[in-house]
């Protein structure tokens, strides 16, 4: 059974720039991840509207994901399956670390 993990980053960018910043920082986001805890771990991206989808897998096991991306804020959304959930605080770590620095104001 999937665990799910949830974050969200507030951002004063507006839906359409934070939308942006992620989309074209998000192999720099997926190689951070990859540099951790899940070294094997490749994400399929696809977008629908402001929802950004992750398939992928790591260590023989399928992780889910949902990146809403809001007005006021980005919200995160993992399923990962038992073997993965020990790990689940260092992963939304990661990925809400570098998802707030695409983020950051510039």
Do not use: Y
């Not at 094997?40 to 989808?53: K, M």
């Not at 959930?85 to 707030?100: D, H, Q, S, V």
């Amino acid at each position: 059974m999937p665990r799910p993990v949830s974050a969200t980053i507030p951002h004063q960018l507006g839906a359409e720039e934070a939308r942006r910043r992620i989309s074209e920082g998000f192999g720099n986001v997926q190689r951070q991840i990859a540099a951790g805890p899940l070294s094997a771990v490749a994400f399929q991206p696809r977008w629908e509207g402001n929802r950004l989808h992750l398939e992928g897998g790591a260590l023989g096991q399928r992780i889910t994901g949902r990146v809403d991306v809001l007005s006021d804020c980005v919200r995160i959304e993992l399923d990962l399956p038992e073997i993965l959930a020990a790990l689940a605080e260092r992963i939304t770590g990661k990925l809400t670390g570098e998802t707030r620095k695409l983020l950051e104001k510039k």
